[in-house]
């Protein structure tokens, strides 16, 4: 079975500083991972998504994510938070052979400080 | 392109009565999927539908849950009766082929409230 861990439900940064929010999963397949974020009132918005190929990824808004096998980790990162990524951000864990639904963390809530 | 879109954007009904969410997904998405946040929790795998049929229901909580999708298009999630632990946000997403392109897109939610 694929499970999900998102490391810290809250992350508070200041404005400018590095994002890192944690994510390790567990399969005993090849996974698709994503980070999806949400901002308040909305629906989820994919950030972006590793499925095979290069292993770090990047998405929109200036976020990018790095898939280490070894390590069983996808962990989200930005260089310079800005206040519009205050968020809940998701990592999910797809197995293509079972029709794709979503494996979900439990989302980490970041906020950023002026 | 419209979005995905769900109705009603908030329900509060109480313990007993019936309640009915709708999905629209993108047009030409046959992959429709629901799930549901409990508050607190993480985000979890209700059932998909590969156009009218449902591929997986394992993540169904119990038989008061009852989805369908009419004709391939928009699709419905019924609760009889809702029970107070059936409060959350409930999702809906769809898809496209389940290839490398492989993307689920989001409605916003149907926040339910039972009391």
């Known amino acids: 079975a694929q499970s999900v861990t998102q490391l810290g439900s809250h992350v508070s940064v200041s404005e400018g500083a590095l994002v890192l929010l944690r994510c390790n999963y567990s399969?005993?397949?090849?996974?698709?991972l994503f980070w999806y974020v949400q901002y308040p009132n909305q629906g989820l918005q994919l950030l972006l998504k590793?499925?095979?190929?290069?292993?770090l990824v990047k998405g929109i808004n200036g976020f990018e994510a790095e898939f280490k096998k070894s390590e069983t980790s996808f962990h989200l990162t930005k260089p310079s938070a800005h206040m519009s990524d205050a968020a809940e951000y998701f990592c999910?864990?797809?197995?293509?052979?079972?029709?794709?639904?979503?494996?979900f963390g439990q989302g980490t809530e970041l906020s950023v400080k002026p | 392109e419209a979005g995905v879109t769900q109705f009603p954007s908030h329900s509060v009904i109480e313990k007993g009565q019936t309640v009915t969410l709708r999905c629209d997904p993108i047009?030409?998405?046959?992959?429709l999927y629901w799930y549901r946040r409990v508050m607190g929790k993480e985000i979890k795998f209700l059932l998909h539908?590969?156009?009218?049929?449902?591929?997986?229901e394992s993540g169904m909580p119990n038989n008061r849950f009852l989805a369908e999708r009419t004709g391939g298009t928009y699709s419905t999630l019924k609760v009889q009766p809702a029970e107070l632990e059936d409060s959350g946000v409930y999702f809906c997403?769809?898809?496209?082929?389940?290839?490398?392109?492989?993307?689920?897109?989001f409605g916003p939610g149907t926040r339910l409230t039972v009391t």
């Open positions: 539908f590969v156009k009218e049929s449902k591929q997986d």
């Open positions: 399969s005993s397949v090849p996974p698709y």
């Open positions: 999910a864990v797809s197995d293509r052979r079972q029709g794709g639904k979503l494996i």
């Open positions: 047009s030409g998405h046959d992959n």
């Open positions: 997403a769809s898809s496209q082929a389940l290839g490398l392109s492989y993307e689920q897109y």
């Open positions: 590793y499925t095979t190929g290069a292993t």
